[in-house]
């Protein structure tokens, strides 16, 4: 028997429609097995898709699971923000929502259609990369490269690096090889996050990771950004702490992340969210 299912069409972390991280969500993903989402996650082929199921958890207002054309991910930004925005609309619970994942329950709330996530508290530990090799990996001079890169996991770990200036940002051209070999967590591995100051407020931004084989660069990473802030924390940054990460422009999806971590380190990660359009797959 044929099942309809209802989708979303969302830019997150946008400006304008068909700006930000595109994101398709399934409206009710309960009658779905794991492989028939990442069927579909593969159909869509956008950096992420998620699925809305009933909470399982006395505390969340929904359960999601988010889903990569290749893997599922325990928690990532824009389809964090993304399900909030769709939840709301159809539950009409109001701009506070708690959405459970795989990294636990993460509260989301609104302003209009500006979402704010609280992202977990941080866990990090040293890259155990000298710069020289930092540098080869990312294509850039061994000057380009601050010192301080950490692997962080505020919900999914991420290789966060630390360069000079924006500049030196735009000028990364990774090796995917010595990404996938070399960049190694204990989660995960074959990515890594770059990111310098353009001024007091404003932060570029880039995401490489290794997508069978391939070199793919992602246009807006809230996960990442929750990691940068952890990543201040680490580093014993003054707090409290407010940027814009600006992520995409160049791939022609400008996205303006909001990071801001307050006096007692708590990470929230914020973005606009645009709804552009819904449909129906029949399966």
């Not at 246009?219 to 950004?225: K, L, M, R, V």
Request: glycine share 10%; net charge neutral.
């Amino acid at each position: 028997m044929a099942h309809e299912l209802h989708f979303r069409i969302l830019n997150v972390f946008a400006e304008q429609p068909l700006g930000g991280n595109p994101l398709c969500v399934f409206e009710n993903g309960g009658a779905l097995d794991a492989e028939t989402m990442q069927a579909l996650a593969l159909q869509f082929n956008l950096s992420e898709t998620a699925f809305l199921l009933p909470a399982t958890r006395a505390t969340a207002t929904r359960r999601v699971r988010i889903f990569t054309p290749s893997l599922e991910l325990p928690f990532a930004g824009h389809p964090t923000l993304g399900a909030a925005h769709v939840v709301r609309a159809l539950s009409g619970c109001g701009d506070r929502v708690a959405l459970e994942m795989q990294a636990g329950v993460i509260p989301v709330e609104a302003h209009a259609d500006r979402w704010t996530l609280q992202a977990n508290d941080p866990v990090w530990r040293d890259a155990g990369l000298p710069r020289p090799q930092l540098a080869g990996i990312l294509g850039i001079g061994e000057a380009d490269v601050r010192d301080g890169a950490s692997w962080v996991d505020t919900g999914s770990e991420q290789l966060i690096v630390p360069l000079v200036s924006a500049a030196a940002v735009e000028r990364c051209r990774p090796n995917v090889q010595r990404l996938a070999s070399e960049c190694v967590g204990s989660k995960r591995r074959g990515l890594a996050y770059v990111w310098a100051r353009e001024d007091a407020n404003r932060i570029r931004a880039r995401f490489f990771f290794d997508k069978q084989g391939g070199l793919s660069e992602d246009s807006g990473t809230g996960s990442a950004c929750a990691n940068l802030g952890g990543w201040f924390i680490a580093r014993g940054e003054r707090l409290p702490l407010e940027s814009t990460i600006l992520q995409g422009d160049h791939l022609g999806r400008a996205c303006r992340l909001g990071l801001r971590v307050d006096a007692e380190k708590r990470i929230f990660v914020s973005g606009c969210v645009l709804e552009i359009g819904r449909g129906v797959i029949t399966i």
